[in-house]
């Protein structure tokens, strides 16, 4: 089955810089990947989602790009502020099998004031 | 416009018991998938219900059963209780089978002593 890398496991940045976080997959079948953010004690929530016709999507501070041919997407969050400290969650879903998440082991932001 | 609910929000159960968890979607949609969450892992599939049916099913014993009602929302029963199934379940619905999209539950955190 799908199988998704992320990386780093623990991310710790200063208010303002910008955080990088990156996912890898295995089945080229995979055609949406979307990020979820999850904060302690809640659910997760979707932050932004990328398709495989698409390769870059930006939502204000947030941006998720997808590089098919290499099969990796990352992560952008530019001008962190410290309400983004949570974990961040990648996911792939094959496109014969839609509804099927396979989610990679997430990632800790932490953005100190 | 009320988002996924899942009840009840925290239970405590013995090793060899049964439980049933309870989810209903968010207003319009009539596809519920489950997933369980253990601590510091992302969420894995369990199956997804669509038409009272289960549709698809990730790799977790017959000992998980699931049923969806006529109101779309649906039950996740577990039986033999194992410590190893200690953990938040997470309830997501969707508009259909085929959507991308999927909106989380608050949980259940499930502990097995």
């Known amino acids: 089955g799908e199988n998704v890398e992320q990386h780093p496991s623990t991310l710790s940045v200063q208010e303002g810089d910008s955080a990088v976080i990156k996912c890898t997959y295995s089945?080229?079948?995979?055609?949406?990947f979307p990020w979820y953010k999850q904060e302690l004690g809640k659910r997760p929530q979707l932050i932004i989602d990328?398709?495989?016709?698409?390769g870059e999507k930006k939502d204000q501070r947030i941006a998720v790009t997808l590089n098919k041919t290499a099969k990796h997407f990352s992560l952008h969050i530019t001008e962190t502020q410290p309400e983004d400290s949570a974990v961040y969650f990648c996911?792939?879903?094959?496109?014969?099998?839609?509804?099927?998440?396979?989610f990679g082991r997430g990632t800790q932001l932490t953005v100190w004031p | 416009d009320a988002g996924v609910t899942q009840s009840p929000t925290h239970l405590i159960k013995t090793r060899g018991q049964q439980v049933t968890l309870r989810c209903s979607p968010k207003?319009?949609?009539?596809?519920v998938s489950w997933y369980q969450q253990a601590l510091g892992q992302g969420p894995q599939f369990i199956f997804q219900?669509?038409?009272?049916?289960?549709?698809q099913r990730g790799n977790f014993p017959d000992r998980f059963s699931g049923h969806q009602f006529p109101n779309y929302s649906s039950e996740l029963n577990v039986n033999a209780l194992l410590l190893g199934d200690s953990a938040l379940y997470l309830c997501?619905?969707?508009?259909?089978?085929?959507?991308?999209?999927?909106?989380f539950g608050p949980g259940t955190r499930l502990t097995v002593t």
């Open positions: 990328i398709r495989s016709n698409v």
């Open positions: 207003s319009g949609h009539d596809t």
């Open positions: 219900y669509y038409e009272e049916e289960e549709r």
């Open positions: 996911a792939a879903d094959r496109g014969s099998t839609l509804g099927r998440l396979y």
């Open positions: 089945d080229s079948a995979s055609n949406y």
């Open positions: 997501a619905s969707a508009a259909g089978p085929s959507s991308y999209e999927q909106y």
